[in-house]
């Protein structure tokens, strides 16, 4: 049977459809993982971000972690989570906002520091207190380079996720690990196509989300900025 | 610590292996982004189509790649390919977009002075185009570099080890030492080998400093 029909024979079984190891469950599953993990990563690399953005301290700091964490292999840091604080969805979701957080960050730290001075400095001019030009003009005008961050700390734990079904987290990576254990091939292929799917889907909503959050009067200026 | 001087042999091993795995795919990721960041560089169309289709491909997680790959290609699940092929598509995906970009703003008067002193177009390109835009391309490698080294511990869980070796044989036995030593040395094997892509990018390019 050639891998195509593999996959339809797999996917049209309605047996794989429904109950507690059907495809929406799992789906579910792993949307639940992302989104809090998310969540939390913005709720701690955001405000770090933004804070080192805005002072300008620290900068060479955080974006050395920053880099320095990319090169973090995400198996081995599950793995010591997991040991560290036992089998469970806690510890496999606090790996997860640990790989999430630097992207989210360096995303924030860049777009900040990339905010014209002039523009920092007229809104300085008219009065405005430190947070406030911080919350009202700084972030609006970093808006899309944080929203890059947060889209590939996205990426990141949509991909991460499905490693993780390795130390006991439930999501579409079970069928992989699932499938290999018991050489059942078609599971396997069939959960990592459901993932790349899912991946994609989560990026277009993101792509549509940038659009909706980021001021229009920030499009026309980029764009011009790339074709110069 | 006694367990990595018991287990020399081994991590010397797994470094090779990893070496092999994570730079193979950089290497051959190079050599295809070249003519297709200069076909990108070219066209409009050209350039749009490359980045949708390479911005596609990078959003696809790892893992699914490597264990979709065997399926595809007819490879056993062990193969090394399944985990080479993935970390090639990912670096050609990274490194398009910058030797796209890069060989976009080689200012125009340099183009045409090449040009005016009896550069033909191949020989331009290697001689002045792309050398101008080896600063960008060695700003992507590193990048890559360093991606493809964390992502290649993932072929662990299909059996094709590099350090991920370390974390597969300690994770079921609940052995802690191992697992902090592979992410170490994964961490160390990156360091080095971005420090020698920007030692390897300076001499490359001595007109950089010139100047100051």
Redesign the interface.
């Known amino acids: 049977m050639d891998f195509v029909s593999l996959l339809i024979g797999w996917l049209s079984d309605a047996a794989h459809w429904a109950g507690s190891d059907g495809v929406p469950v799992r789906v579910l599953e792993h949307l639940e993982y992302t989104v809090i993990s998310l969540l939390i990563a913005v709720v701690i690399g955001f405000p770090l971000g933004a804070l080192v953005g805005h002072t300008g301290r620290g900068g060479l700091l955080l974006v050395g972690a920053a880099n320095g964490l990319r090169a973090l292999p995400t198996l081995g840091v599950l793995t010591i989570v997991v040991l560290l604080a036992g089998i469970g969805v806690v510890p496999a979701i606090a790996g997860l906002v640990l790989l999430a957080v630097p992207p989210v960050m360096a995303g924030t730290y860049a777009g900040i520091r990339a905010v014209e001075p002039i523009i920092v400095d007229a809104a300085r001019g008219v009065g405005m207190r430190e947070w406030k030009v911080l919350a009202s003009v700084e972030v609006p005008n970093a808006m899309p380079l944080i929203f890059g961050g947060v889209r590939s700390a996205a990426l990141q734990v949509v991909a991460t996720a499905t490693v993780a079904a390795y130390v006991g987290l439930g999501g579409l990576g079970r069928y992989v690990f699932d499938g290999l254990a018991i050489r059942d091939y078609a599971q396997v292929a069939s959960g990592a196509l459901v993932v790349a799917v899912l991946a994609v889907v989560v990026d277009l909503v993101f792509i549509g989300l940038q659009r909706l959050v980021v001021s229009p009067g920030l499009a026309p200026a980029k764009s011009g900025k790339a074709s110069a | 610590m006694t367990w990595v001087l018991d287990h020399l042999g081994l991590l010397a091993e797994l470094t090779g292996t990893h070496v092999y795995l994570s730079l193979v795919p950089l290497v051959l990721g190079l050599v295809l982004a070249v003519p297709l960041g200069w076909l990108a560089s070219r066209s409009r169309f050209a350039r749009a189509t490359l980045l949708s289709v390479s911005s ?1 491909l990078y ?7 490597i ?2 790959l ?3 290609l007819g490879t056993r ?1 062990i193969d090394p390919l399944n985990v080479i092929i993935p970390l090639t598509i990912y670096t050609v995906a990274l490194l398009v977009r910058s030797i796209a970009d890069a060989l976009s703003s080689v200012p125009a008067n340099v183009v045409a002075a090449a040009t005016a002193i009896g550069y033909r177009p191949l020989r331009r390109f290697l001689g002045v185009e792309f050398p101008l835009a080896v600063p960008v391309i060695v700003a992507g490698l590193r990048v890559a570099a ?2 493809n ?6 072929g ?3 059996g094709i080890s590099g ?2 070796a ?3 044989d ?2 079921p036995i ?1 052995f ?1 030492t191992e ?2 030593v ?2 170490l040395a ?2 160390v094997l ?2 080095v080998v971005d420090a020698a892509l920007l030692l390897i990018g300076r001499l490359l390019t001595p007109w950089t400093r010139a100047g100051r």
Not at chain 2, 59 to 65: D, G, K, N
Not at chain 2, 149 to 154: A, G, M, N, Y
């Open positions: 596609l959003t696809i997680p790892s893992l699914a790649l264990v979709i065997p399926g595809i699940i360093v991606s080294i964390s992502l290649v511990s993932v662990a869980l299909i350090y991920g370390l974390f597969t300690g994770f609940g802690m697992v902090v592979g992410v994964t961490l990156a360091l």
